[in-house]
């Protein structure tokens, strides 16, 4: 079946430095989408991509979906501690978007002030 | 508007009783699912329904049962309930046309 593979599952940054998390999944992709769940709380939807090589930015967020439709990305530039928390990368696999939404491991993100 | 509500927040059960969680939405979405999150796991698919008298298997369906009893709703089920189905689990539902997931503040379930 479809799997969702995410890298890293931790990451320890410092305040102000970068950070990027890989989302990769085994089939192709109608879509890919990112959340951010907050410790003790519950996920949050950020954004979808659906076309291939499609670039989409949110303040210091970037998200990136590949040529493939197979892979995405997650750059937050120069983090604050209000970015603190998982990011999950999820799809559906099957055409027109009507199959199961599958999530990635998620990366839990902590930022030192 | 409510969203997603999930009832309960909190449960703790002794091996081998059952329960019943409830998830209800008020946005009029088809699509509905259940999610079991356990640390470094992620969120698991348990059951999936693209629709009113419609369930799949997700991920993880063994020991879960599921119903559909109308758009609204969409219930998951322990019968008899094991320290592995200790987890936080999550509802949510998909809008119909951009597919964004909305979830329920999810239950924390201690099986003992």
């Known amino acids: 079946g479809q799997q969702v593979m995410q890298i890293p599952q931790y990451q320890h940054v410092q305040e102000g430095e970068d950070f990027t998390t890989y989302c990769n999944s085994s089939?192709?992709?109608?879509?890919i989408q990112w959340y951010k769940q907050r410790p003790g709380g519950h996920p949050v939807f950020l954004i979808q991509?659906?076309?291939?090589?499609e670039v989409k930015k949110q303040k210091r967020l970037t998200f990136q979906f590949g040529e493939a439709k197979k892979n995405s990305s997650l750059h937050i530039t120069a983090t604050q501690t209000t970015d603190v928390g998982t990011y999950f990368c999820?799809?559906?696999?099957?055409?027109?978007?009507?199959?199961?939404?599958?999530f990635g491991q998620g990366t839990t993100l902590q930022v030192k002030p | 508007n409510a969203g997603v509500t999930q009832t309960p927040k909190f449960q703790v059960l002794k091996t081998g009783q059952s329960m019943t969680l409830q998830c209800a939405q008020d946005?009029?979405?088809?699509?509905m699912y259940w999610y079991r999150q356990d640390p470094g796991m992620g969120l698991r698919l348990i059951y999936y329904?693209?629709?009113?008298?419609?369930?799949d298997k997700g991920e993880v369906p063994n020991g879960y049962n599921v119903s559909r009893l109308n758009k609204r709703e969409f219930s998951l089920r322990l019968e008899s309930a094991a320290p592995s189905q200790t987890s936080v689990y999550f509802c949510?539902?998909?809008?119909?046309?951009?597919?964004?997931?909305?979830f329920g503040q999810g239950t924390r379930l201690t099986v003992v």
């Open positions: 089939t192709t992709l109608s879509n």
């Open positions: 329904s693209a629709s009113e008298g419609t369930t």
């Open positions: 946005m009029n979405h088809n699509s």
């Open positions: 999820a799809g559906h696999s099957s055409p027109g978007n009507t199959g199961k939404l599958i």
């Open positions: 991509l659906v076309k291939s090589g």
């Open positions: 949510a539902s998909t809008r119909d046309r951009t597919f964004e997931a909305f």
